[in-house]
């Protein structure tokens, strides 16, 4: 059996190192979680939420899956939005890409990997949405508009889902942002496109 004894061992480092600089910390967390924030992210190693936004522990509710998609029928990510915005009320949802993104670059390369092909022919279906955009670009140039893209149109989708209508419908704040990270100097950009209202 294998026990990733160095996992426990960070792990205890890292909570005793909370607790002396808050000793309240878990105790308050404990009672309950009000984040401002819904993070939809791509499950990329070099981009988690918390860290880059320098935010601790409650403070941002997360869903990441390959590439940042938000499938119209994903009952995964449609029940993270739903619980973020009914019961958390969550102010901010950010669906946030990365450039450099493994799952975008498949899709772009139209590469055969599997199961996940089916996943990432909602990343395919973007580039369809859009192939002017494309025209005569460098390999580069077309992964980081895809990228973008994806960003995009992804925020429309969070926008779509019922969740986020009947929101807006009953007067609740709240705000849809696309994002994106740079995972070569680790900076965050908004894209601007963001969405308060169903007439936006
Ligand atoms: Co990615």
Wanted: charged share 25%; with cysteine; net charge negative.
């Amino acid at each position: 059996m294998k026990i990733l004894k160095h996992l426990f061992d960070s792990n205890l480092a890292w909570a005793a190192s909370i607790k002396k600089e808050d000793p309240e910390f878990f105790t308050r967390l404990s009672k309950q979680q009000d984040p401002e924030y819904l993070w939809i992210g791509c499950s990329d190693s070099r981009v988690p939420a918390n860290q880059i936004t320098n935010l601790q522990p409650g403070e941002v509710f997360v869903h990441r899956n390959i590439a940042n998609v938000v499938v119209h029928t994903d009952l995964n990510c449609l029940s993270v939005i739903q619980f973020a915005v009914e019961v958390l009320k969550v102010k901010h949802i950010i669906i946030c890409g990365h450039y450099g993104c493994g799952g975008i670059k498949a899709a772009l390369e139209n590469q055969e990997h599997g199961l996940i092909d089916n996943w990432l022919r909602h990343v395919r279906d973007v580039i369809r949405f859009n192939a002017e955009q494309f025209d005569g670009l460098e390999h580069d140039k077309k992964l980081d508009l895809l990228c973008e893209l994806n960003v995009k149109e992804q925020v429309t989708n969070v926008c779509n889902t019922t969740i986020v209508q009947n929101a807006w419908k009953q007067g609740k704040e709240l705000s849809v942002h696309g994002w994106i990270y740079s995972i070569e100097n680790g900076i965050l950009k908004d894209l601007e496109t963001c969405v308060t209202s169903r007439d936006a």
